[in-house]
């Protein structure tokens, strides 16, 4: 189906949307060179065929955020598709080649992306604005904005991204949502501003409110879907806990972490990422001992003799951190914490890493 580059539209970019189904995947391409935004994983094999048979070359494969209620493309599938993965500072996924924040550009062809940070659907969510028009991920659907009760999402950061980053749009920009369950395509932020009924004379605490209560339940997937998007790891490779486990893992602050590693008895630090991640831009925090996610398993014997110790877990955003502390806590450590927001919030703080 082609979407965009139809008379009066001013969108450079073709762009076309290849599910054709309430989960939407987005092919943007400028001459022969293209992104593909979103791609779903049951779908690999038809975007390959749609590549192939225009002989375009993808530059890119941009996830607006880490999705909850689909599998994503894992390393070998993006691999195989071509183009390096991007995605935005705050993703938890270790395989991402570029990570970009508000206001980058993403050149493709002749054509350039511009990045919009938009956290509150969760808080790596971006829209993408092209000429004429904003791929706007679950920030802002069709007479809807994406839930804000999953891991990091945020309502009063969402109304902020829609209602300042968004609307201060030019008024004709077209919104391709990620989603839409009613068959629709595309809209306007126009008609979004003044119909959209989430924000249309709702004020910040108005739409924290309407969030908090509206009563969705989670989707089958989640479990699988999340927690496999959020660590780049299959479920034959990790045996990841139940979310509500996942969900009781207590918090803790980098600035919270760094005191208790300055008084008796700090607490030893379980680094659950990668090993490029470990001495990559990040760094880690001295003295932590690197148990990568798919190995935790096997090694929680020789951890057994900490499992009366206070353990913190880290990893890049806290997320396949959560899982890991639960893991360890089902395990029977008895004090396992997760740093909030992993290396990332440690490193915005300005505390020491290690290389
Ligand atoms: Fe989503």
Redesign the pocket.
């Known amino acids: 189906m082609k979407i965009g580059s139809a008379e009066g539209l001013t969108v450079a970019f073709a762009i076309e949307e290849l599910n054709a189904g309430n989960c939407k995947t987005y092919l943007l391409c400028s001459g022969t060179h293209a992104v593909l935004v979103d791609p779903v994983r049951e779908r690999t094999e038809s975007y390959g065929r749609v590549l192939a048979e225009r002989g375009i070359r993808l530059d890119a494969i941009i996830e607006t955020?880490t999705?909850?209620?689909h599998l994503m493309l894992n390393r070998e599938q993006s691999r195989r598709l071509g183009g390096q993965v991007i995605m935005h500072r705050d993703s938890p996924l270790p395989f991402v080649h570029r990570h970009v924040t508000d206001g980058d550009r993403i050149e493709v062809g002749k054509e350039s992306i511009e990045v919009l940070h938009t956290p509150g659907?969760?808080p790596d969510s971006i829209c993408l604005r092209i000429s004429g028009a904003v791929l706007a991920?679950?920030t802002l659907l069709i007479g809807g904005s994406?839930r804000c009760d999953f891991p990091g999402g945020d309502a009063g950061k969402q109304y902020d991204a829609v209602t300042r980053k968004l609307f201060s749009l030019p008024d004709d920009t077209v919104v391709w949502p990620?989603?839409d369950y009613k068959g629709r395509t595309s809209s306007t932020i126009e008609q979004e501003k003044h119909s959209n009924p989430r924000f249309a004379g709702r004020s910040r605490a108005d739409y924290v409110e309407l969030m908090a209560n509206l009563g969705l339940s989670y989707p089958d997937r989640i479990q699988e879907a999340l927690q496999v998007n959020q660590s780049g790891f299959e479920g034959d490779e990790v045996a990841f806990p139940p979310v509500r486990a996942v969900a009781s893992v207590p918090e803790m602050s980098a600035t919270a972490l760094c005191s208790r590693l300055h008084q008796p008895e700090p607490p030893l630090i379980v680094d659950v990422r990668e090993p490029e991640e470990f001495v990559g831009e990040l760094g880690h925090i001295q003295g932590a001992i690197l148990v990568p996610m798919d190995a935790l398993e096997k090694r929680l014997p020789k951890l057994a003799g900490y499992v009366d110790r206070e353990l913190v877990v880290v990893c890049r955003a806290g997320a396949r951190s959560a899982s890991a502390a639960a893991m360890l806590a089902n395990a029977g450590f008895a004090h396992v914490a997760n740093l909030s927001r992993g290396m990332l919030a440690w490193v915005e703080a300005s505390l020491p890493v290690q290389r």
Request: proline share 0%; aromatic share 0%; no cysteine.
């Open positions: 955020h999705h909850a209620d659907h969760t991920g679950d994406g990620a989603h």
